[in-house]
């Protein structure tokens, strides 16, 4: 490819000079090609693997030098001859001549310059390349990467490294490189080359950790393999931008219907990683909508009117949001949605922002302040149409409370109805709850209400005291985000329920059966009024996602929701719960829920060590997690207790459902410890939180279903829901939510490939009695049918991923490839596949097999038609556009079902002659080779002669039917003239013994899946 002039000051170290004229020299790399160069050609290799060149350096490049000057400029690389060749043609065809015309030397050196920037320009122009997309030694990097590991087009690599690959107990310096779907690494020492080719979907587990020998080491494990990477100049970049690609193919692995958010990806940068992680990390942060993309952020400080100083922190900006969080991590952090900034008062010194509500922030000491403040003034332009959103929604939300006010509107019982010591008690409760109240009110006084408020170490100290009962709803649709989407989204809940109106599916079906055990014991469920609003919520949101659709769980959470919000609004809170802060719990195997189960083990482990291996061996850690994090506690705790922890876990996100899961273990060690099997300890833990008492709830006892499991022995004293909350805070608060992230993506990894092997067992399981093949060997071909799949995905194939592979489907049938995919199994397994002839042959088996006619083949069908021993091979092909191609298998021994040889067609002379055809083809490359030929040619003479035979008697029974007056029935139009049935191909076959030992002849099965496990790998 052309390059921008660079200047050269030693034109012949280390190259070989092929062709030169007056202006032009054409060089190769020492060590490059045939010979290698000797001694001198292998440290040449072993140089460029080692230093950068490697990377920088093609084997080809053509310099330009002025006659009388000494230096030298690069113009042109290659990795090839053929490409440099052209490029050094197109030199002495089209500037040669021109430059003779030049006196000058500068200007000689001016217009090659001019000429190669105009050429490089205009390839740019015509392949839609920008011209900041990728620097040249990153092209070259990418071009060596795909010749070295035979990868197309359609692999795009992300960046590169140097680094050492430990093969056994030696290090080979070399180069790492990270592509969209593969992790590989190549070395070249001393004329021995190490090359590595991982799947990022292979990938098992991915980690950094450090040894006393090696202080900084990757490990990449596989179910087969463990590689150790390590000298990294940069190992946390190298270590995040992994954990980044491996996490994309997970993601592909777990939510392949979900195409527009996990669709296939074909092109990525590091750049678009980097601003992806920082998207996510923003969005995380602040709790902002999944569509939402940071802008840019910059350090600042923000002047706090509550206690007047400037704090120092940073200020992110994006799309609709401009947000800010202190260095200090709990002191204060703000967001300000552009919709409610007044884009009157946005004023560039300091940074003043004023809101419709009269609140001013002013930010100071930024950088680049006129830059950002032309940013957020153009964020604000774009945001004109929607400033008065959230108004009109709150009005047309008012009108109508009396109808979709939430569920919770309880009657309660009056003061003269109760004897005197309950109304005592009760007025006692009621005025903590108005202290509340209150607490809350001087706290929007001084910090400000709604989506702008500051929200400090003061708005935790609250929520940890408890959040009153008629503010609940309010501040979690606020702690939770889900007033965002609720303010961008008019008229979407509303949309939703009307058009799911009277459709039934299988969520509407599990709902329906759901509804009535969603909190029985309270009141706003044992009336049609609250169950219908349930209703309407649970099957909105099964619309809205039908990749989650429903699952259990979730109508016990949302029927909390409704209980504290309208019914909108529990919608959102439902959406932001499933969304974005329980990603992946609520769908069918409940795949988020086992993560965090990992990481409470791991949590567990470190923070409670001596009761880990105890759980461990009762079992107990993956039973109590899944219900207490699935239903955020609300299923194994008293109702008012449960309520305290939603609030929390609203406000501080999983990180407050970790916390408690430890402090009820630690409270309970000993009895845990004392315990015998998991029944004693699950009766342990349940008594125990049952025992969770809410004594400042005002709402009226409601009886616990799970109290029920455990009533039998003698009841734990009361336990405080606050002093537990705190106590958890106090113990194992130091947890942070970054932590809790890459403990997930560990987990996660794990989880899917879990997930995936299960699913592998099952497929096996299921048609092992069906096959001759072993368990070992049906597993292996699982996995090349699998790569198969995954390949195509990758680079393209002729039907839609998202097709081939559906989650929800019965096992066998998740994974289904096409006839491209098809082909190239068949190239790699099949023993006739050889010569020409292979891919007509692999089309018509697939047709053959694809017996629903929907272009897809699932693993069984694959299988059935791999693990024929075939005695012949019936190939006919129609000469009509429709799929009318027949090979057919025979064994042996019977089998159930099995279409019955006369039933099958008769072959024509056209049909005939493709099939001899195909036969010769399929000989062509085998060691008895002329001998198969002359067994051809013998049985095609004698089927010949058969057709004839055959033809006269055709003839003649015709004329006899229509002198008799009968219709003619028998043949075709196709085969009246001439024609053979199967019977007749087999006998003639049999008659020749190289054909029967060619179609006898065992194949080694272990050895072709070897074979074809290298090769898929090394693509």
Known sequence: MWVSPEDVLLAGALWITERANPYFILQKRKGHGDGGGGLAGLLVGTLDVVLDSSARMAPYRILYQTPDSLVYWIIAHGTSRKEITEHWEWLEHNLLQTLSIFENENDITTFVKGK????????????????????????????????????????????????????????????????????????YLLGKEAKLVVRWADITQLEKSATLLLPDVIKVSTRSNEHLFSVFL??????????????????????????????????????????????????????LPKDEKLDGHTDCTLWTPFNKMHILGQMFVSTNYICFTSKEETLCSLIIPLREADSSN???????????????????NLKDRDFLVQRISDFLQQTTSKIYLERELNSSLNSSDDEVRSVSSVKCVSSEELPPPTFIILSCLRAKEFLKEQAWKNHFTEYGQGVCMYRTEKTKELVLKGIPEN????????????????????????????KSMGKYNLATEEIERDLHRSLPE????????????????????????????????????????????????????????CERMLPDYYNTRVVGALVDQGVF??????????????????????????????????????????????????????????????????????????????????????????????????LPPIPHLHSLLTDNGEPHPEVDIFKLVRSSYEKFGSIRADVIEQMRFKQRLRVIQTIEDTTKRNVVRTIVSETAFSIDELEELFVLFKAEHLTSCYWGGSSNPTERHDPSLPYLEQYRI????????????????????????????????????????????FINGFGEDGVCVLVRKLNTPDYGH??????????????????????????FIELCKTLYSMFSEDVAEQELYHGTATVTSLLLEMGEVGKLFSSSGRKEFSQEGRPETGITSIDKDWAITFEQFLASVLTEQALVQYFEKPVEVAARITNAKNQITSR
Request: charged share 25%; proline share 4%.
């Open 886 to 911: 027949y090979l057919k298998l025979w064994n042996q021994e019977p089998k159930p079902k099995r279409e019955n040889t006369k039933d099958l067609p008769k072959l024509n002379q056209s049909q």
């Open 818 to 861: 096409d006839v491209e995919q098809f082909k190239g199994l068949f190239n790699l397994l099949f023993p006739w596949a050889n010569g020409a002839h292979s891919d007509p042959l692999a089309v018509r088996f697939f047709h053959l097999l694809d017996q629903n006619g929907d272009a897809l083949i699932n693993f069984r069908e």
């Open 522 to 577: 309270h009141p706003a469920f044992q009336n049609e009024m609250g169950i219908a609003a349930l209703r309407r919520v649970l099957t909105a949101y099964a619309f809205r996602n039908p990749n989650i659709g429903y699952c259990q769980a979730m109508n016990i959470v949302t029927s909390v929701l409704l209980l504290y919000a309208k019914e909108e609004e529990a919608f959102w809170l439902l959406v932001a719960l």
């Open 116 to 187: 190669v920037q105009g050429i490089i320009a205009e390839f740019n122009k015509n392949h839609d390349v920008k011209e900041d997309d990728d620097t040249d030694k990153f092209k070259e990097a990418s071009a060596k990467f795909r010749k070295l590991f035979g990868m197309p087009e359609e692999e795009k690599l992300v960046n590169y490294y140097s680094c050492s690959y430990w093969k056994g107990k030696v290090p080979r310096q070399g180069w790492l490189y990270l592509s969209i779907n593969h992790l590989c690494f190549y070395s």
């Open 471 to 498: 503010m609940r709803g309010e501040l979690w649709l606020l702690f939770s985000g889900a007033i965002n989407e609720m303010a961008t989204h008019p008229g979407y809940y509303e949309d939703l329920v009307e």
């Open 234 to 287: 940069n190992i946390n970049e190298t270590f995040k931008l992994a954990e980044q690609l491996a996490n994309i193919a997970m993601r592909q692995l777990l939510d392949n219907k979900d195409n527009e958010k996990v669709c296939y990806v074909t092109s990525v940068s590091f750049r678009d990683l980097d601003a992806r992680a920082k998207s996510e990390r923003y969005r995380a942060l602040f709790r």
């Open 601 to 698: 083990e791991e949590l567990a482990r470190e923070y409670v060590p001596q009761l880990y291996d105890c759980m461990q061996d009762l079992g107990v850690i993956s039973t109590i997690s899944l219900s207490w994090f699935l239903t955020l506690f609300l299923s194994v705790m008293p109702f008012e207790s449960a309520v305290v922890v939603v609030d929390c876990f609203f406000y501080d996100g999983i990180k407050v459902i970790f916390q408690l899961a430890l402090s009820v273990l630690h409270a309970n060690i000993h009895q845990l410890l004392s315990c015998k099997d998991d029944g004693e300890a699950m009766t342990v833990l349940g008594r125990y939180l049952d025992s969770v008492t809410n004594k400042d709830s005002t």
């Open 346 to 364: 946005v004023l560039p010194s300091p940074l003043s922002i004023s809101t419709k509500n009269r609140m001013t922030f002013l930010f100071a």
